[in-house]
């Protein structure tokens, strides 16, 4: 009589735990090594953001710029970059943190903290230093000396701006000679990549956020054979390190009526868009405006988001008789003129979270794509 074959069955978990045990013993012979067990599964991982004071850009990032990551503000000029970077700075020094602030440029102005928000009283330390490898390396001691006294608060790194910033160039060899502008932006850029590839270990370890404000520059005719100037004059060594990139452009000019009729500009309109985002689908856009003499505005922007995404509705309704201009919350039917009123009562509505401009590719929405893979999938 033949003897029947008996598969034996190999549980999941007998394996999974033959491999945990084997990658204790590998990890255990690699502990001089910079290395991390990792394990495949869905990623809860929940990232924690420093707001901006505008809500339209809340909702376009994600929630702000992300903490412990490096973000980059580029833009025409007088297009809010520095205001931006700004509000940032306020929300850490307001809420106990520190604050480095590179003004290589000379123009921070108090006036500049005050009206992006940083409340009066609050200490930080401002640089004028030039050269990239020196500034990397006070942002380093000055994280380590707050780290001696602070072991908790956050930090955040402000360099505005890129432009202002250089290195010491050896002109006196051959490729030099050739095109001497090519072979500095050349060697400006290698500072930069190794300047930056040694900064990025300290922004997890130490909590801190690095912001970079960069001059936009649109035009090819500056282009050299080292040096492709199209969208940033941080070429790809910015856009290779930033976790988040925003790019703003001016739009149209706000101007009010003066006594004598003419016509005063007082701010204007700038078009955002996040151009790079790791933790939210990228390209998301806002129109905000600007006020020179009072800053970004706070709701501007929100409206035209709130309605594309269907989340309110424009419309007239008759209150005492008389037909007034609001907006009404599509998912409850109340009735709001103002926008500020409208968000005070319904704050899930600026949610990141619960938005969906941010899962919106392509004029594709979150839930019509869900509907097509369901339809697909039967």
Not at 26 to 54: R, T, W
Not at 129 to 146: N, P, S, T, Y
Not at 189 to 212: C, K, S
Not at 296 to 322: C, F, P, Q, W
């Amino acid at each position: 009589m033949e003897k029947k074959k008996v598969k034996k069955k190999v549980s999941k978990t007998s394996i999974s735990e033959a491999n945990n045990d084997l990658y204790t013993k590998i990890f255990d012979q690699l502990k001089d090594f910079e290395l991390e067990v990792m394990e495949s599964g869905q990623d809860d991982v929940e990232h924690n953001y420093i707001p901006f004071q505008n809500m339209a850009l809340n909702i376009i990032t994600g929630g702000g710029a992300i903490e412990n990551k490096f973000l980059e503000i580029s833009g025409d000029s007088q297009t809010g970059k520095s205001y931006l970077a700004y509000e940032l700075m306020a929300a850490i020094l307001n809420t106990g943190g520190h604050a480095y602030l590179n003004d290589n440029e000379l123009a921070y102005d108090t006036a500049y903290g005050t009206r992006s928000g940083i409340l009066d009283g609050k200490k930080y330390l401002k640089s004028k230093q030039k050269d990239i490898q020196m500034v990397f390396h006070e942002m380093r001691g000055f994280i380590k000396a707050v780290r001696q006294f602070d072991k908790k608060n956050r930090i955040i790194c402000v360099i505005d701006s890129y432009v202002g910033l250089s290195t010491k160039v050896d002109l006196e060899n051959e490729d030099a000679m050739k095109d001497p502008r090519g072979y500095m932006a050349m060697q400006k850029n290698m500072a930069w990549q190794n300047a930056i590839g040694n900064f990025v270990g300290y922004l997890d370890r130490y909590n801190v956020t690095l912001i970079l404000v960069n001059q936009a520059k649109l035009d090819k005719q500056n282009s050299t054979p080292y040096f492709k100037v199209y969208n940033s004059l941080g070429e790809d060594v910015i856009k290779f390190w930033c976790t988040q990139r925003i790019r703003l452009l001016a739009g149209a000019k706000k101007k009010i009526e003066t006594k004598s009729g003419d016509k005063k500009i007082i701010g204007q309109e700038v078009k955002v868009e996040c151009i790079k985002n790791r933790t939210t689908p990228p390209f998301q856009k806002a129109v905000i405006t600007i006020l020179f003499e009072k800053g970004i505005m706070k709701y501007s922007g929100l409206e035209g988001i709130l309605l594309a995404d269907g989340l309110i509705e424009a419309g007239n309704k008759t209150v005492d008789g008389k037909k007034t201009k609001g907006f009404k919350v599509v998912s409850t039917g109340d009735f709001y003129t103002s926008i500020e009123d409208l968000v005070d009562e319904n704050l899930d509505l600026v949610s990141p979270k619960n938005h969906f401009s941010i899962n919106n590719l392509s004029g594709i929405r979150l839930n019509e794509l869900e509907v097509e893979v369901a339809e697909h999938a039967e």
